[in-house]
């Protein structure tokens, strides 16, 4: 994904009060973000560990949204967004407070995640002997359009535009 600053994430959330977009920090340098390897950029709010942002490109621009993340099951779960199935620990559900009217009554949407915004390193990993023995490189392509297409498709479910 393109690079952001500090000021396009505050900008890019769509279903934060204008207190909580302008109280964002970033926990750590964004000029240090390999961006070339990221399909979305997410990260937890070190003061309040249960919130978390993830920004993500949609149609040329980046939503941001400010989510809720459940505390740790013993289960393991299958990410919704990368479907490895190698890495099925730290898989969480985060919910986020849809966009507008609809967030302010209280309507929110939901999705299994890794908790560790790991996704991106997952879709880019060589294939196991069973998948994708025959195009490794193909197999990494189909699984980053897979993560681009899941991601946004969250995002236009946040922002209500489905
Ligand atoms: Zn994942």
């Given at each position: ?37 990221l399909d979305y950029?997410g ?36 990410c919704s967004w990368c479907e490895d199935?190698?890495e099925?620990?730290?898989v ?21 995640l890794h908790?560790d915004f790991s996704c991106s390193q997952h879709v880019r ?18 699984r980053i359009?897979a993560l681009k297409?899941h991601a ?11």
């Amino acid at each position: 994904m393109e690079p952001l600053r500090s000021a396009d994430l505050s900008r890019a959330l769509i279903n934060a009060s204008r207190k909580e977009a302008t109280s964002l920090k970033v926990p750590f340098d964004l000029e240090t973000v390999p961006w070339e390897r990221l399909d979305y950029l997410g990260f937890s709010d070190p003061k309040s560990p249960q919130r978390a942002y993830l920004f993500v490109p949609v149609d040329q621009q980046v939503i941001g949204a400010i989510l809720r993340v459940t505390p740790a099951s013993r289960n393991q779960a299958l990410c919704s967004w990368c479907e490895d199935v190698t890495e099925t620990t730290g898989v969480r559900m985060f919910t986020a407070k849809r966009a507008g009217a609809a967030g302010r009554s209280g309507n929110t949407v939901g999705t299994l995640l890794h908790a560790d915004f790991s996704c991106s390193q997952h879709v880019r990993r060589k294939p196991t002997s069973f998948e994708g023995k025959h195009d490794p490189d193909r197999f990494m392509a189909d699984r980053i359009t897979a993560l681009k297409l899941h991601a946004e498709q969250f995002m236009r479910r946040v922002s209500t535009q489905v």
